[in-house]
C-alpha cells in the first residue's frame, strides 16, 4: 500500500498507475518474472502542483473515477484515452504507441478483465 498525505498526489499516482502505459509493464512484469511490486516497474515521478501534466493526470484521474462510479463506460472509455495521451507526454510516448499498446492489451483482455473487476465490486 502507498500512503498520501495529500488527495491531489493520490489521484496523480492512481492516473498513471492506471494508464495502459502502466498497465503493459504490470502485465509484462507478470508474465515473465511475477512481481507483486509494481512501483518498481512504472517510473513515476514526485507530484508537482505546478506541473501541468501532473495537474492534468489528475484531473482526469478524479474524471475517471467519477465516471466509474456513474458506470458510464462511454465517458470513461473517453477518459482513459486522454488519461494515456496525457501519461505518454509524461514518458515521452508517442500517440501511435500508446494505439498500438492499447490494442495489445486489448487484444489479451486486459481492459475487458478490468471493467469486470469494476462492475463486480460495485465500482
Known amino acids: 500500500m502507498v500512503a498520501f498525505d495529500d488527495e491531489e498526489e493520490a489521484y496523480f499516482v492512481c492516473g ?3 494508464s495502459v502505459l502502466s498497465q ?3 502485465v509484462g512484469s507478470i508474465v ?3 512481481d507483486t511490486h509494481v512501483l518498481r516497474r512504472v517510473n513515476i515521478p514526485r507530484f508537482s502542483t505546478n506541473d501541468r501534466i501532473h495537474t492534468e493526470i489528475t484531473n482526469l484521474s ?3 473515477h467519477a465516471a466509474t462510479a456513474r458506470r458510464d463506460v462511454g465517458s470513461l472509455t473517453e477518459l482513459e484515452m486522454k488519461l494515456d495521451r496525457a501519461c505518454g507526454r509524461l514518458w515521452g ?3 501511435l504507441e500508446i494505439k498500438s499498446i492499447r490494442n ?3 487484444q489479451i483482455g486486459v481492459k475487458k478483465l478490468r471493467r469486470r473487476l469494476a462492475n463486480k ?3
Do not use: R
Open 93 to 95: 510516448i508517442q500517440p
Open 104 to 106: 495489445c492489451l486489448q
Open 121 to 123: 465490486n460495485g465500482e
Open 32 to 34: 515473465l518474472h511475477p
Open 16 to 18: 498513471c498507475l492506471n
Open 62 to 64: 478524479k474524471e475517471c
Open 24 to 26: 503493459l509493464a504490470v
